[in-house]
Nanobody, 125 residues
């Protein structure tokens, strides 16, 4: 069992930046591939980014490539999502996720083993 706790969300103007953090506790938390998903208002969850357990491989969805960067610190059992050049369409609840072995390839909600509680990101125009 792995528990996740996100922080760092908030209200920011378009063009601004935020850094989300996800602290993981529990059995072998640092040995899992991890990801970030988001749920915009009135829409389904969508994949944002994923990172392998070593941190050596990352993957972003097309809409955030070049703006968002996922990283991790296994010594601190923490995963980060640095979000730059934020746009109003980035407004959503952002969820940290512990991934199954398929999260780096398929990157769907079915590839998630554990979810965090979510943190709200609101980008004003």
């Amino acid at each position: 069992q792995v528990q996740l706790s996100e922080s760092g969300g908030g209200l920011v103007q378009a063009g601004g930046s935020l850094r989300l953090s996800c602290a993981a506790t529990g059995r072998s938390a640092s040995r899992y591939d991890m990801g970030w998903f988001r749920q915009p208002p009135g829409k389904a969850h969508e994949f944002v980014a994923a990172i392998s357990w070593t941190g050596g491989t990352t993957k972003n969805t097309d809409s955030v490539r070049g703006r968002f960067t996922i990283s991790r610190d296994n010594a601190e059992n923490t995963v980060y999502l640095q979000m730059n050049s934020l746009e109003p369409d980035d407004t959503a609840v952002y969820y940290c996720a512990v991934g199954d072995k398929t999260i780096m390839s398929r990157s769907t909600t079915r590839d998630v083993l554990y979810w965090g509680q979510g943190t709200q990101v609101t980008v004003s125009s």
